[in-house]
Structure formats: C-alpha cells, structure tokens
C-alpha cells in the first residue's frame, strides 16, 4: 500500500520551494535574457535550421516586422493547396501530408498508395498491449495515457535502440499508424474506469484514412457521414506541423539531440503538447464560448457581443484574466490560414448538424474580438483569431469529447515530430545546451550543528 505524502510537511516544503526560487524580474532585463527564447519584438530566437515547415506571417524590413498574409508551409509547399487538392480529387489528405513532411517530397500515386496500405496494416497495436498497457492501468487523462503508450512501444519494438536513419524512419511509421489507436483505446478506458460508461474496442479498418479510423474507433456504432470525416481530414493535415520553433517540435529536437531512443523523444513531445499554453488552447476555447452563450442573450444582437467581449477583455468577466482565447498569434497577424481553410468546411458541418446560429456566433466574434482588443489596448496591429478559435467548435459537431481535442492535435501532430526526429538526427550533430546566468552569489556553507 503507498504511504501518502502529509499534507501539512508538504504545504511547508512548498513554501520554502517557492519562496527560494523567485528570481527578480529586472534580471531578466539587465543580463539581457532572451525569456522564451523571444525577443523583446516578439520574434524567436533563431536556434536552428529546418527543411521540414515554415510559419508565415510577417516580413523583417529595414529591422522592422511587416505584417503580411499567413501561410503555412510544409517542405516548400502552400498547405492551402495540399488541402485544395484533396478535396478536388475527394481524396483523404493526411496521409499525403505525413508522407510529405516525413520524406520530403510529394508521393507518386504508386507511392502514396503503398505508404496508406502501410499504415493501414500497421494500426493494429501488437499482441496484448491493448490489454497489459492500456486496460491494466486506465488514466484520467489520455495525454498521460498516450504518452505512457508511446513509452511502453519501446518494449514491443525488437530493434528500440537502433539510431539509424532506416530504423528511426520505420519508428515513425509505426507510430504515425498506431496514435489514434492508441488513443481511441485510451479513451475507451477512461469512460470504462474513470466515467463508469460502456467501453467499445472496435478493430481498425486498414483500408480506412487515419480520420475514418479514428471516428470509427471511438463510436459506440462505428458510423460517420463522408462530410464528417472530411473535415476532420482537414482538421488533421492543418495540425501536422508548424515550424521546428513550436514547442513541442521543439522538444524534439532538444531530446533527439542528447541521442536517445525514438520513443524517449517522442514522449516528451507529447508531454510538451498536453500544456495548456500549447495544444490545450482550443479547450479554453470552448470553456470561454460556453460562458459566452451563457450571458449573451441574443446572439444576433452585436451590441450585446461587443459589450460582453469588452467586459472580458477589460478582466471583469469569464475568468478575468483580459484574454479572449482563440484571438492573436505569435506569428500570424492579419490571418491564420488554418483558421480560414477550417472555416470553408467548418460552416458545411453546421449545415449539417443544425448549428449555423452557432456558427454565427462564432463568425461575429472573429470580427468584433480584435476590434474590442485594439480600441482597449491601443495596439499598433490588428490580431486575428487562430486556428483554436475554430477547432474545438468543429470537435464539438463532430460529437468529439472535450478530453481528446489535444490527443487529436497529437495524432496530427506526429507526423511533424517524426520529420523533426529524423532532420535532428540526419542533420544536427551537437546536443543544445543553452545558458542560464546564475544569479545567487556564493554562501558560506554552514555545518548541521549550526544551522537554525
């Protein structure tokens, strides 16, 4: 039985913990610390190269950031376009996208059609991990739970510690075919022993997308409409990546560099994206448009919308920090394209499910939310609503629980950590040890019998 940690020694401990480590914010300012690994512009901090994406969103002329378009790229191509073509041809594009930013260039039809049948046959978790990884110690959170998955592959893997490119490339394959089964089954025993509902454990279709799957997997009937699992096609190619700077990619790069094993790097990944400043952000989202509809009566009234906004905005309402969740971007400034490109489906599905009041709702705010921030605040630049504004909305028609937006982002996302993983390993040949300037000067060491 495990002997629990006493509350008041610990509430005592934190103190001193916490008390110890302030550190003065002028500090910062004095030996010039890059905190974030931002500038004092808001631009990073240039740490590396990368073939893999890029982020557009502002242009550097005579020193200064110009605003301009978003765009996003992946190995040299316009993302809108990867997504234009799917949908002219009616074809999943994930697939495509992964094989893109994992190989570096786009598939032949031949191509294509082997790396799909590939991931299709590989979807299928090995023998008995459903039941000793997954069933024999349930989580809460399905982060946690897909994480601690990734970990325990390393022992189903007969080659974990070859660091070859060729054995690294077929991890990622794996991997990128298993993470939303992974995660389906990992939900399924949450609402089996966490939320006391029926658990389901459908096999995966391999001649199904990574989309059809993933809906199929976590529905008690197994069905979806085309329309469905479209737009969560969609909402998975946008996801896939966005530029080696972004935390988790990031910390791939940090953890592949110390030459660990694929599954170690891959993990910590997954813990990075589980932070709410990063993969969470949609659920704050949601959290905010339900307090939102809460006390704005009359959706079509913009008068009453602006107000509200204001009010949380000027910290008098929601949760009275002044944020409005899903507006702004690091780097995008006049548009997020993953934003425009989700809202071209995203008001077909509320065709279909019968929320276009919602929807609008939602267009309203993506208008007025920059405006209430610009004439509060004052800024210079206008902001415009991020990719988050619109996802978990588009979850929530798809009648995708709360807790499996971030793993979504996930089952997306591990195709962009596993080109990430292979370009550091190829390419990058020194571990990062950035510098911390210690600022506590040196104590004279006082011995047990004399310290109060």
Known sequence: MAVKTDKIFLRHLSTIAKHNDVINPSLYEKYDVKRGLRYANGTG?????????????????????IAVPGKLMYRGYDVAELVHDSEK????????????LIFGSLPTKKQLEEFTAQLGSLRVLPPNFTEDMIMKAPSSDIMNKLARGVLASYSYDENPEDRSVANIT??????????????????????????GKSMYIHNPHPELSTAENFLRLIRADKSYSPLEAQ????????????????????????VSSADTDTYSAIAAAVGSLKGSRHGGANIRVIEMMDDIKAHVKNWSDEKQIRAYLTKIAKKEAYDKTGLI?????????????????????????????????????????????????????????????????????????????????????AISRIAGWCAHRIEEVSAGGRIYRPAYKNVLEPKEYVPMNKRK
Do not use: W
Not at 89 to 100: D, I, K, N, P, V
Not at 331 to 358: F, H, M, V
Not at 360 to 388: F, S, T
């Open 45 to 65: 901090v240039l740490v590396g190269l990368t073939k893999i994406g890029d982020v557009v969103g502002y242009e550097i002329q005579d020193g200064k950031k």
């Open 231 to 254: 737009i969560l096609d969609l909402a998975l190619i946008l996801h896939a990546e966005h530029g080696g700077g972004n935390n988790s990619s990031f910390t791939v790069h940090v």
């Open 89 to 100: 041809h009616h074809q999943f594009g994930f697939e495509q996208a992964a094989y893109l």
């Open 170 to 195: 077929r991890q990622c394959i794996e991997l990128v075919a298993r993470f939303s089964t992974l995660t389906a089954y990992a939900y399924q025993a949450k609402r089996r022993y966490y939320d």
């Open 325 to 409: 969740y899903g507006m702004g971007h690091a780097i995008y400034t006049i548009s997020d394209p993953r934003a425009i490109l989700l809202n071209e489906l995203a008001e077909k599905l509320a065709a279909e499910k019968g929320c276009l009041e919602e929807f609008n709702l939602y267009k309203k705010i993506e208008r007025i939310a920059p405006e209430v921030l610009y004439e509060l605040h004052g800024k210079k630049k206008m902001i415009c609503a991020n990719v988050d504004f619109f996802s978990g909305f588009v979850y929530t028609m798809l009648g995708i629980p709360r807790e499996l937006y971030t793993p979504l982002f």
